[in-house]
């Protein structure tokens, strides 16, 4: 998958060495937290090694991508996405498990499977 662009922002597919500069993004987004639960409903640690199984498992399905959102002037990490190329319910692209670091996403209200829509979202919000 190519890189996508906004004025102040790149996407590009995470690579397993930015794993741990995402890892916060992860941990201070409750809804992740929330969704982390075990069979009997109580919240699993979400570490560094969930994450990597995360990524790995999404590595290792064809069409589903994670991608790491940066801001380009710094390289700074500001959060993450999951992209699959062929929705298998409706067979459309789909976006979806955007997470947004805390005062960047508290400024953003637009959540749109459409990357034309979330990108500007973001270039407008201040961290």
């Known amino acids: ?8 922002l790149r996407l590009r597919e995470v ?7 995402l890892l916060p993004i992860y941990l201070t987004n409750t809804e992740v937290m929330q969704a982390s639960n075990d069979s ?13 199984h995360d990524w ?4 290792s399905t064809p069409g589903e991508y994670m991608l790491g ?6 390289g700074e990490a500001v959060g993450v996405a999951r992209y699959l190329e062929r929705n298998p319910a409706d067979g459309a692209r789909w976006g979806s498990k955007f997470m947004i670091q ?23 919000a201040q961290a």
């Open 1 to 8: 998958m190519s890189e996508l662009e906004s004025q102040r």
């Open 15 to 21: 690579a397993e060495d930015d794993l741990p500069d």
């Open 40 to 52: 009997q409903g109580e919240t699993m640690q979400y570490d560094l090694e969930r994450l990597h």
């Open 56 to 59: 790995e498992q999404v590595q």
């Open 69 to 74: 959102i940066y801001l380009k002037e710094t």
């Open 102 to 124: 805390d005062g960047i996403r508290d400024r953003c209200c637009v959540w749109s499977a459409n990357f034309n829509l979330f990108l500007p979202c973001l270039d407008h």
